[in-house]
């Protein structure tokens, strides 16, 4: 009997101690090795942001499941690593901005409002920000559909009114620097009425990062900031032939690399991605999309960062971007979440030390 005792309070500290671990304290022990990049501070001043600059949180296709695809549990456990992931990496970092890029959802494009507005309370949950932090999104194939086949305007309308995200828009901030978020659907200049709204926005957006350039005056009276070389944030990659010269464990699966990207389907068409640099003249360009990570370097120079899932359902190594930028200066730094399979062999251990503990209860 007092074997039996002490074999079930064992086995209640293992349980406890497997799912503190791997539920919670994993989160920490990985994300408190990322710190910070640190911007090269003789190019030009930190400004108002302090002398560490500007910080943000980068992350794309969080893929939030609806009530088509997945079972329950696939639903709670890939929610649970995102929501713990994203939580503990905000009470660790503590950035002033957060981006996710896109496919917020796995199932926008589909689900009735009811249903959306209920996921939309679920993403406010998970991804909650203090009111120090802003928090902004852009849209993605999977919130409102592919251009051609399933984007109308009742979803787009839907997702820009919830999220407050225009098909373009810039967004100036305390340190100088300047970011334009972009609808990649609407960027495929076919005149469609989402098309033309966006390419109009597009077209404001450069005559006032022109005017700024200038130094005009009139810039100046009507209170707009001072110029800032833009950094873009869209779903789609710019457009690129295919993942072959990216690297890294979290690029895309060798066997998959040297596939050539579908314009307007894995990447923007090549005239967009040459109009948006042509009228933007960007410093840096981060997306999403692909699911896989990639650092790609422009005939221009223009570096553009694509961003890993941030959800296991995608990827066994979800990761996420931590960027620190002022008016003159980027610095970027990848951070990398708990691998599902490492979290999976752990609880097989924890298994097998269970089994190994009832096993001697026994023999004695």
């Known amino acids: 009997m007092m074997r039996l005792k002490h074999c079930t309070v064992a086995l209640s500290i293992l349980a406890t101690l497997l799912l503190f671990y791997n539920e919670f304290l994993v989160y920490y022990v990985l994300l408190i090795q990322c710190s910070w990049p640190i911007v090269d501070a003789g190019r030009g001043p930190a400004g108002p942001a302090g002398p560490a600059g500007l910080r943000s949180i980068i992350l794309a296709d969080t893929h939030l499941l609806g009530s088509r695809h997945g079972h329950w549990f696939d639903k709670l456990r890939r929610e649970w690593q995102m929501w713990r992931a994203f939580q503990t990496a905000m009470t660790l970092h503590n950035p002033d901005l957060v981006f996710i890029l896109g496919d917020l959802f796995d199932e926008g494009l589909w689900v009735s409002n009811r249903e959306f507005y209920s996921t939309v309370e679920r993403f406010h949950s998970m991804f909650h920000v203090p009111r120090t932090t802003q928090l902004h999104v852009v849209v993605g194939n999977h919130d409102i559909g592919f251009h051609y086949y399933s984007v109308n305007r009742s979803l787009y309308k839907r997702f820009r009114d919830t999220f407050s995200a225009p098909s373009v828009q ?161 610095s970027v730094k990848k951070c990398f979440m708990p691998q599902e399979s490492t979290v999976i062999r752990t609880y097989i251990f924890g298994g097998a030390i269970a089994i190994l503990i009832l096993l001697l209860a026994f023999l004695q």
């Open 170 to 330: 810039l967004l100036s901030v305390a340190d100088g620097s300047s970011f334009v978020l972009i609808n990649s659907m609407a960027m495929h200049g076919d005149g469609c009425s989402m098309c033309r709204e966006a390419e109009e926005k597009l077209d404001d957006v450069a005559q006032t990062l022109r005017c700024t350039e200038a130094d005009n005056n009139v810039c100046l009276q009507q209170g707009t900031d001072q110029y800032a070389q833009p950094i873009i944030m869209q779903h789609f990659p710019m457009f690129r032939e295919s993942d072959a010269n990216c690297t890294g464990t979290d690029a895309a699966p060798l066997e998959e690399r040297e596939n050539k990207f579908r314009e307007r389907w894995e990447c923007l068409s090549k005239e967009s991605t040459e109009r948006i640099f042509a009228k933007l003249k960007p410093r840096a360009v981060f997306t999403g999309h692909t699911h896989h990570g990639c650092h790609h370097i422009h005939a221009d120079g223009t570096p553009e960062w694509t961003v890993p899932s941030f959800s296991w359902r995608n990827r066994n190594d979800p990761a996420f971007l931590l960027v620190t930028t002022t008016k003159h200066s980027m």
